[in-house]
Structures are given as structure tokens and as C-alpha cells.
Nanobody
Framework: QVQLVESGGGSVQPGGSLRLSCTAS????????MAWYRQAPGKERELVARITSTENTNYADSMKGRFTISRNNAKNTVYLQMDSLKPEDTAVYYCFAPINGAWYWGQGTQVTVSS
């Protein structure tokens, strides 16, 4: 059974940093595309960043220069380094990956930015 397991969320003050991790288990296939989304209270889920197996990356405009997505293909793991965090970054962050034609989401990890 394929699962995406996230870790690394928490609470931080404005200007701080957090690093999220997401590992895909239950599969040996090469995952071409992995991404991070987030959903703030009362808002729709939005794309944060995505990365291909050849490490091409895309970011939402509000995250450019502050967030960095990376991956370890051998471990089927994707990371999200978040720096210069702002209160408006507060949300549940979800890992996403299409694997063998099915869409998989992680369980979500809470990130809270508050003084």
C-alpha cells in the first residue's frame, strides 16, 4: 500500500525556519513528480512548490526566494525548506505525488507562524 508520510511541522516565530519531509513508502517505482500544497483555515488548498525527478522546480509566487523544494530520489523523499516564515504561511502542508496513475496525499502537517 502506497503511503506518503510527512514530518517536520510545528510552531515558529515570524522570520523563523522549518523543514518538512515527506517519504513515499510501499512502492519501488520512480516517482516523476512530487509537490507540496497547503491549506489555510477557510481557504482552498494551494500549490506551494513542485519538483520533477530531474529536479526541475516551480514555486508559487509568494514562496519564491523563501522556500526551497528538493528531493532524494533514492529514498523517494521530498523536502521543503521554509525560511523567513510569515504569519500568512500558517496552514496545513500536504505532500502530493502521482504514482502509477493514482494520486496520493500525505496526512498533512501543521505549520504555525506566530509571535
Amino acid at each position: 500500500q502506497v503511503q506518503l508520510v510527512e514530518s517536520g511541522g510545528g510552531s515558529v516565530q515570524p522570520g523563523g525556519s522549518l523543514r518538512l519531509s515527506c517519504t513515499a513508502s510501499g512502492t519501488d517505482v520512480k516517482i516523476n513528480y512530487m509537490a507540496w500544497y497547503r491549506q489555510a483555515p477557510g481557504k482552498e488548498r494551494e500549490l506551494v512548490a513542485r519538483i520533477t525527478s530531474t529536479e526541475n522546480t516551480n514555486y508559487a509566487d509568494s514562496m519564491k526566494g523563501r522556500f526551497t523544494i528538493s528531493r532524494n530520489n533514492a529514498k523517494n523523499t521530498v523536502y521543503l525548506q521554509m525560511d523567513s516564515l510569515k504569519p500568512e504561511d500558517t496552514a496545513v502542508y500536504y505532500c502530493f505525488a502521482p504514482i502509477n496513475g493514482a494520486w496520493y496525499w500525505g496526512q498533512g502537517t501543521q505549520v504555525t507562524v506566530s509571535s
